[in-house]
């Protein structure tokens, strides 16, 4: 499964530490989107997809959550918890994000613009999608 850990700069200062993200640099790629979810409630998850061209930088800039990656032969789950390191998803890759601590804010850097026709919202489908029969 290609996913993998990218630790972000961190400068520590007594002010307050600086975290920073440039595309190319340490974010393989170009960045077309940004975006973050919050106030998830207590239970519920969040993603519940793949994307076909797509590819996300995934940071907990604040709290915690888990992300579970599937491409369809296997599994994996990740904490997410440090605001200087990001989970870097591929394409073709389930995602669900489920867990958040009270005033988690999850921020995603992604690859490309929003576009419906990307997503394979339907696990069902992904499995075909990828050539997987279970």
Known sequence: MKYSIIDLPKIVDPRG???VAEQID?????????????????????G??????LKQLIVA????????LDNGHERATILLNHPWQGLLVDVNT???????????????L???HYDE????????DFLKYVGCSK
Not at 117 to 124: E, G, L, R
Request: charged content about 25%.
């Open 61 to 68: 800039v604040s709290g915690s959550f888990h992300v579970t």
């Open 117 to 124: 026709d990307d997503y394979i919202y339907d696990y069902q």
């Open 17 to 19: 530490n600086l975290t």
């Open 26 to 46: 340490n974010v393989p790629f170009e960045i077309k989107r940004v975006y973050w979810v919050y106030d998830v409630p207590a239970g519920e998850s969040r």
């Open 94 to 108: 389930w995602r669900t994000l489920d867990d958040f601590s009270s005033g988690a804010v999850c921020m995603v």
């Open 48 to 53: 519940g997809h793949a994307h076909k061209r």
């Open 110 to 112: 992604a690859s490309e």
